[in-house]
């Protein structure tokens, strides 16, 4: 839960975005370095919505087989790190053990975040649509 005060926020607008980090996964394997994913979905999700918003909160889904700890806490420290750095909560998140799904030692990500937009006048989903027929 996320309580947003509507009296510092006049008009709020909600904006988000969901993103995942794609091959960069395959690099961090085969470095054994994982704190860097975390960062980047933060970040992917944040230059997504860079519409002079103000990032709220993100969390985030982990899918694994079966992950070490350490591994498990490296992303977690990215992910907060580059909360930290873009002025949004880390709220939580799911994470999901699939033993046989995935290769031993390996995962995928997805992330979320949630922004706020004070400009009353932005378009809607409906008018971007018939502004690109």
């Given at each position: 839960?996320?309580?947003?005060?509507?009296?510092k926020f006049?008009?709020?607008v909600?904006?988000?975005s969901?993103?995942?980090?794609?091959?960069?996964l395959?690099i961090?394997f085969?470095m054994?370095?994982?704190?860097?994913v975390?960062?980047?979905?933060v970040?992917?999700?944040?230059?997504?919505?860079?519409?002079?918003?103000?990032?709220?909160f993100?969390?985030?889904l982990?899918?694994d087989?079966t992950?070490?700890?350490?591994?498990?806490?490296?992303?977690?420290s990215g992910?907060?790190?580059a909360c930290a750095d873009?002025?949004?909560?880390?709220i939580?998140?799911?994470?999901?053990?699939?033993p046989g799904?995935?290769?031993?030692?390996?995962?995928?990500l997805?992330?979320?975040?949630?922004?706020?937009?004070?400009?009353?006048?932005c378009w809607?989903?409906?008018?971007?649509?018939?502004?690109?027929?």
């Amino acid at each position: 839960m996320f309580a947003l005060d509507t009296k510092k926020f006049r008009q709020p607008v909600l904006v988000s975005s969901v993103d995942g980090v794609g091959t960069k996964l395959k690099i961090a394997f085969a470095m054994g370095r994982h704190d860097t994913v975390g960062q980047d979905l933060v970040n992917h999700c944040v230059n997504d919505i860079a519409v002079s918003a103000r990032n709220l909160f993100s969390f985030g889904l982990h899918r694994d087989g079966t992950v070490a700890a350490a591994c498990f806490t490296e992303l977690i420290s990215g992910f907060a790190r580059a909360c930290a750095d873009n002025h949004c909560a880390l709220i939580g998140g799911e994470t999901a053990q699939m033993p046989g799904f995935y290769r031993e030692g390996e995962y995928d990500l997805s992330g979320r975040l949630s922004a706020w937009w004070k400009n009353p006048g932005c378009w809607t989903g409906v008018e971007s649509s018939r502004a690109m027929r």
